[in-house]
Structures are given as structure tokens and as C-alpha cells.
């Protein structure tokens, strides 16, 4: 379905609970990235959420009766993986990160805990969904070249030693 | 106010920024030039270094400039020192001191890299230091209050509990394991109470096993000594004020650790301090 209408050119939405924080940042993340750039992200009260998905003929995911959702211990960024047969292993690596900070298992990445507190506090500070989100890409973006490219690197504050 | 810095800033050089313009100065400028002309620059244009060898605002020891700015500007928000802790392990690459430091390191590794202008970059910085900072004030949750260095003791606690008896009185290398981790995080809050809660053990049981080890004290009167001994240790530096001191000794305020010191030492610090510089002096070499 998704192929047929990014075919036609149709804008497919994604509708999710409101105040996100990890898996509802991640997920958008992915999508734009790795399925369709030119998907739009709605983010709706919890409880309006399958019923707005009708109406505006959107997507719902990371909410319980949804396709794209959590399943067992893996949250919903690992099924959009598993469904879309993504096999990057950078973005095998963030998996890992985000589902251990989704879950509230830190012991699953050492990155988990550090993602969970800038999360938390982000949705803390900004109450406007689409510009926590705005935030939110620029961090996962920052996630993805650090394990990619940057991983391997020491950190050293004196440029002499 | 100007400030000036390296240029490619990754974390310290941003985390610094950020709070100078939080706690410090909101109208403080920033700059940042290339290593060699940071001196040179500072000059010309009336600004401050920080986080380069050799001036006042930078790393000193184990610490690093963030360190030095909550020190020298006396800030004492718990909140802030939680923060500080993550920074440190993330600049000074020691990942264990915070099981935040990965995650922040990782992010502002990959920022670094995919942000080519430093001013973008310390804008999106300062998002993430109020977000830490928002966190470490009002999310961390109860569950969540261990702190990672007390999860290393109870790894290395668990490994032991785990041994067989016969084996436990040669191997006290669990024993020189976690006295490395105590002095490493002697500036942090350790709670006996949080690790025996976690080993599912009474922490009376817990700390007769540690006396074991440790000098026959208990867990607190260890961690006390150990404070009371690095005190002692920095307070031949000079530079160091006595609040310095408490600070980077893990005690929660300056009256505390006078309280503390004095009932070790019999002594208040400042006078401990005192003849211990004229017996200093008073030695012919």
C-alpha cells in the first residue's frame, strides 16, 4: 500500500499519541529517512488517535491496537526495521539505543540512559510536539553519524597531549 | 562579557557556554577560533580563554572547565552538580563516572560532525543542556537514583556474593576492584542503602561483608575517610579554597564536611590547614 502511494505522489500521513518522547521522535525519524521524505507526522490526544487515523486517512503507530506498534520486548521502531527490511547496521545500532531507552532498559546500550535524560527533558521544556520533534531529528541525525562515522573516536580537551 | 575558545566544540566547550549564560552571565558572548590563535585572539578583543592549556578556566586534575566554573562561581544547585558529573565522563572520556555520559557523548560527537558552523552548534547545544538539566531537576526518577558508579559496586558485589565461601578469603581482588571505584567517584553521592537495595541483601549484612575488607570500617566511615584523606591531599595545592575543597570532595556544603573533618581530625579544616603549612615551613629540607 505504502509503495502504491508514494507512487501516486500522495502525501501519506502518521498519526501517534501527543508528547512524544523516544519511540514517537525516533519512529518520524526513520520514516523520513529510511521509507518516505515526504511523510507528515500528526501527533493527536491518546484517546483520538484510531479515530483521527480514519478521518484524515493517516497511519497510526507506537499505540496499542496499531499495526506499527510495540511487540514482546521491542518497541515500534524496531518494527518499522523488521517491516521495511532495513538492514543499515548503523541504524541496527540505534535500535538497540532506542529500545533500551523506550523500554527503560538502559542495560540494552550504554548510549540508552544519556538518550533517555535528553529526551525526557526536551519534552520537559518544549510543550509544542512539532518543534520537539524538529529537535528531536536534528538528535537522532546526530545518533546515526556518530555510528557511522564517528564511533571509534577518543575524546581529548587538550589538542597537545 | 567575551569568552573565547577553540573552535569544533564537542562538549565542554559547549556545556561551558551553556552555563555561563544560565548561572553566570545571560549576556556573556562567545567565540571560538582556531588552537593556536586562542591566546592571541583573547587579547585583541578583551576576552576570557577557557578550555585551552595553560589559563585560569580550564581542566585542573581529574576535573574539567565545566568543574572549575560551578567552583569558582560557587553554584550549588544539586540539579547542576548531577549534570556536571555527566559532563566531566563525557569530556574526559570516562564513560562510568555517569550511565548518562555515553548517550551524551555520542550525540554531541555526531552533532559535532554533522554541524559544521560552532555557533549552530552551541545553539542546539544549549537545548540539550537545558534538556539535561530539566532532567536532572525534575525527572529522575526514584528508581532511577542509582547512581551508575553504585551499579559498578553491585556488579562487582554481586560477582562476589556469588563465590563460593572457601574462595572468598583469597580473593580479595573484588576488594581492590571497589576500593579503585570508591576513589574514583569520591566526589558522588554513594547510598549503602541503594546497593543492598538493588542486591536484594539488608544493608546490615551488606556492610558487615564490607568491613571485611575495608579496614574494618563500615561502608560510611570508609567513604568519610577516604573524603577526609583527598581533603587533606588538596589542601596542600594552594589555589584550593576550603569550599573548592568540599566541593570536590563530595560533601554536600562546606559546614558539613568542617563538621565531618572536625570530628575526624579533631580539627576544623582551616586550622588543620594552617599547621600543616607551618610544619611545612618549619622543616629545614
Not at chain 2, 528508581?143 to 572468598?168: C, I, M, W
Not at chain 2, 579496614?215 to 569550599?243: C, N, P, W
Request: with cysteine; aromatic share 12%.
Amino acid at each position: 500500500m505504502l509503495a502504491e502511494i508514494a507512487h501516486n505522489s500522495i502525501t501519506v500521513k502518521w498519526i501517534t499519541r501527543e508528547r512524544p518522547k523516544i519511540d514517537r521522535i525516533a519512529c518520524p525519524w526513520l520514516i523520513k529517512n529510511f521509507v518516505d521524505s515526504q511523510a507528515e507526522f500528526i501527533y493527536a490526544p491518546t484517546d483520538q488517535v484510531l479515530e483521527k487515523a480514519k478521518q484524515l486517512n493517516a497511519i497510526p503507530f507506537d499505540i496499542p491496537g496499531a499495526e506499527y506498534s510495540h511487540y514482546g520486548e521491542e518497541c515500534t521502531f524496531d518494527y518499522f526495521i523488521k517491516k521495511h527490511k532495513l538492514t543499515d547496521p548503523s541504524l541496527l545500532q540505534i535500535a538497540g539505543i532506542v529500545r533500551g531507552a523506550d523500554t527503560d532498559n538502559f542495560n540494552l546500550a550504554p548510549q540508552a540512559a544519556g538518550l533517555w535524560a535528553i529526551s525526557a527533558g526536551l519534552s520537559f521544556n518544549i510543550k509544542n510536539d512539532y518543534e520537539q520533534l524538529e529537535t528531536g531529528m536534528k538528535i537522532y541525525d546526530a545518533l546515526y553519524s556518530w555510528a557511522k562515522y564517528a564511533q571509534g573516536e577518543k575524546h581529548s580537551w587538550n589538542p597537545n597531549l | 562579557m567575551k569568552w573565547i575558545t577553540r573552535e569544533r566544540p564537542k562538549i565542554d566547550r559547549i556545556a561551558c557556554p551553556w552555563l555561563i549564560k544560565r548561572f553566570i552571565d545571560q549576556e556573556a558572548e562567545f567565540i571560538y577560533v582556531p588552537f593556536m590563535d586562542v591566546i592571541e585572539k583573547a587579547k585583541e578583543v578583551n576576552a576570557i580563554p577557557f578550555d585551552v592549556p595553560d589559563v585560569e578556566h580550564t581542566h585542573h586534575n581529574d576535573y574539567c572547565t565545566f568543574d572549575y566554573f560551578i567552583q569558582k562561581y560557587k553554584i550549588s544547585d544539586p540539579a547542576l552538580k548531577t549534570v556536571a558529573i555527566i559532563v566531566r565522563g563525557a569530556d574526559t572520556d570516562r564513560h562510568w563516572l555517569a550511565s548518562q555520559c555515553s548517550g551524551l557523548w555520542a550525540i554531541s560527537a555526531g552533532l559535532s560532525y554533522n554541524v559544521a558552523d560552532d555557533h549552530e552548534l552551541l545553539q542546539l547545544g544549549m537545548k540539550i543542556y537545558d534538556a539535561l538539566y530539566s532532567w536532572a531537576k525534575h525527572l529522575q526518577k526514584e528508581k532511577h537514583t542509582l547512581q551508575p558508579f553504585e551499579n559498578l559496586l553491585l556488579d562487582v558485589f554481586s560477582a562476589y556474593l556469588k563465590t563460593k565461601d572457601g574462595k572468598r578469603k583469597k580473593t580479595p581482588s573484588w576488594a581492590k576492584e571497589l576500593k579503585e571505584i570508591i576513589q574514583d567517584h569520591i566526589d558522588t553521592n554513594l547510598s549503602l542503602k541503594e546497593i543492598s537495595k538493588g542486591l536484594e541483601i539488608s544493608p546490615s549484612y551488606l556492610s558487615r561483608e564490607f568491613s571485611k575488607y575495608f579496614e574494618d570500617l563500615s561502608f560510611g566511615e570508609y567513604i568519610r575517610k577516604l573524603r577526609i584523606e583527598k581533603a587533606i591531599e588538596l589542601m596542600q595545592v594552594h589555589s584550593y579554597s576550603l569550599t573548592q575543597i568540599a566541593y570536590l570532595t563530595g560533601f554536600s556544603d562546606q559546614s558539613h564536611f568542617t563538621r565531618i573533618f572536625k570530628k575526624n581530625k579533631g580539627q576544623n579544616p582551616s586550622e588543620f590547614r594552617k599547621q600543616m603549612q607551618k610544619g611545612k615551613s618549619g622543616t629545614n629540607g
